[in-house]
């Protein structure tokens, strides 16, 4: 079993900057897809970035909306994973999940079904 907590959700101005984090307790963490997935008011759950399982850094993966201005992360060490988001739009607007799976090799996956683990969501809201 994983928990993962989220963090770092706000209040921002169009073009600012957040950087939200996941901790994760439990299993091995390091042997875990992990994946960053959105959902606004009326809209459905969106993939945002995935980061693959590795010992040092991994395989990232972005949906096209956010390429460019956010950057997946992780620090096995600290069973973290980070997103860090630039140049914020309104439209990022929504609660943001972190999601986890394992894995047995270098896989990512951009789809939430493939996904076993989530959290709880966090809110960012980017005013115009």
């Known amino acids: 079993q994983v928990q993962l907590v989220e963090s770092g959700g706000g209040l921002v101005q169009a073009g600012g900057s957040l950087r939200l984090s996941c901790a994760a307790s439990g299993r091995t963490f390091s042997r875990y897809c992990m994946a960053w997935f959105r959902q606004a008011p009326g809209k459905e759950r969106e993939f945002v970035a995935a980061?693959?399982?590795?010992?040092?850094?991994?395989?990232?993966n972005y949906a096209d909306s956010v390429k460019g201005r956010f950057t997946i992360s992780r620090d096995n060490a600290k069973n973290t994973v980070f997103l860090r988001m630039n140049s914020l739009k309104p439209e990022d607007t929504a609660v943001y999940f972190c999601?986890?799976?394992?894995?047995?090799?270098?896989?990512?996956?951009?789809?939430?079904?493939?996904?076993?683990?989530w959290g709880q969501g966090t809110q960012v809201t980017v005013s115009s």
């Open positions: 980061i693959s399982w590795s010992w040092s850094g991994g395989s990232t």
């Open positions: 999601a986890a799976t394992p894995v047995s090799g270098n896989y990512l996956y951009t789809v939430g079904a493939a996904y076993e683990y």
